[in-house]
């Protein structure tokens, strides 16, 4: 034990911060932590729009997924853009001549939704949300937003995908 313990009793050197100092020594520890946290949500709220600022999604263009006769009439299939993992997308066939494809992630808490071909909707297992497989608008449950969806261009009996634009969701509201 060092020196300056010595005359000390065990149980005060041990607890070496004086009863009257007890609350001024919490106080600043809660400062300190306060002061931290809040200087790492301050980074946090820097770092996330830079960082969405330099990986901005990939326009999609022409991007081939597979071929029509890959897929029966009611069936779906999951496919990556380019590879990347981190945004599944579902080719759905609704009929012969009718596709679509939208974002397999539930806009809830991102769940892998699945397509209902016998009810004309697409289900999220977690929480019972369900969107209308035609335009993907929640129909029921905790999902707030539509699956983004991708428009479909069938060339010579191959799919391909491309960004869904604004005008097209115009053109689709006025059709609908
Ligand atoms: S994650 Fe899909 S409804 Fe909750």
Redesign the pocket.
Known sequence: MADRYKNIPDWKADFPIKKTEAGYVARRDFLKVITLFSGIMAAVNVFIPVFNFFHKRKVIKDYFVCNASELKVGTQKTFYVDGDHRNPYMLIRLAEDDWRVYEQK??????S?IYDHEHGMIE??????FFDAKDGKVLQ???PRPLPRLNVVVKDGKIFVEDYTYEQQINHKAHS
């Open positions: 539930c806009t809830h808490l991102s769940c939704v999220c297992p977690c929480h019972h949300g449950g905790p999902p």
